[in-house]
């Protein structure tokens, strides 16, 4: 029944784009913007007889829409309106991943490392139109903070965390100051000497995704 509707866009010349019941039409002022939505609207709910729901149907410019998870910020660049995840949209990424890599969940880092990945494919696979070097960025580095606090729990005794650095390099005065400052783990993994015995390059061959790696590989717009 909605081809009907957009024969009669396409009949009116209209720019739009529609995904099931969810469509989002273009035009260049506020007013041409009333106008359309007032018999666009009457057309479904007359010719169509089905009913609009107004609290959802709105006008506004391309930067307060959210669609399909995805929201739109103006290039001062390019001199145009592009795609990038929509803020909502990014927030529940990161309830996900929090709870992915939640420090009392009883599973291996191996798997938590294996479910991450499926997270961060999935989500770039679906937000790779979109421009997002940036976000992936600041995601890449909170999710190795967060991995490193699981694996610093993970050794347990100042004994074991003195080991184990000594074991990725750290000279072992500082793994010794280190491995017996205490079990503040969001503290110590901002520690120098943490980082660089859990650097970025020992989590990828632990079998992490990078998200800007991934998306670099896989975007459309970049």
């Given at each position: ?12 010349g ?18 041409s ?13 007359e010719?169509?007889?089905?009913k ?14 959210k ?25 529940k ?11 009392s969940w ?7 490392v ?7 494919r999935?989500?770039?696979n ?26 610093w729990?993970?050794w ?9 650095l000594?074991?990725l ?24 000497w943490?980082?660089?015995a ?12 990078s998200?800007?790696?991934?998306y ?7």
């Open positions: 029944m909605l081809n009907e509707l957009d024969k009669e866009m396409e009949k009116r209209l720019n739009f784009v529609r995904y099931a019941d969810d469509c989002i039409i273009m035009v260049g002022s506020e007013m913007a009333k106008r359309v939505m007032r018999n666009i609207s009457r057309f479904i709910e010719k169509l007889g089905l609009v729901n107004m609290t959802k149907s709105k006008v506004d410019r391309p930067s307060g829409l669609y399909l998870g995805f929201g739109f910020y103006f290039d001062t660049r390019a001199h145009q309106f592009k795609a990038k995840p929509h803020a909502k949209s990014v927030a990424f990161k309830r996900r991943m929090k709870a992915l890599t939640c420090r009883g599973v291996s880092n191996r798997y938590k294996e479910k991450l990945n499926q997270l961060i999935g989500w770039i679906y937000f790779k139109i979109g421009s997002m070097k940036t976000l992936c960025k600041e995601l890449d580095k909170r999710i190795r903070y967060r991995l490193r606090m699981c694996i729990k993970q347990k005794t100042p004994q074991n965390k003195e080991k184990n000594i074991k390099g750290v000279p072992k005065w500082a793994a010794h100051k280190v491995a017996n400052t205490g079990n503040r783990y969001a503290h110590m993994c901002h520690n120098g943490v980082q660089k859990i650097s970025t390059r020992r989590l990828t061959a632990f079998g992490l995704v998200m800007l790696d991934y670099t590989k896989r975007c459309v717009t970049c």
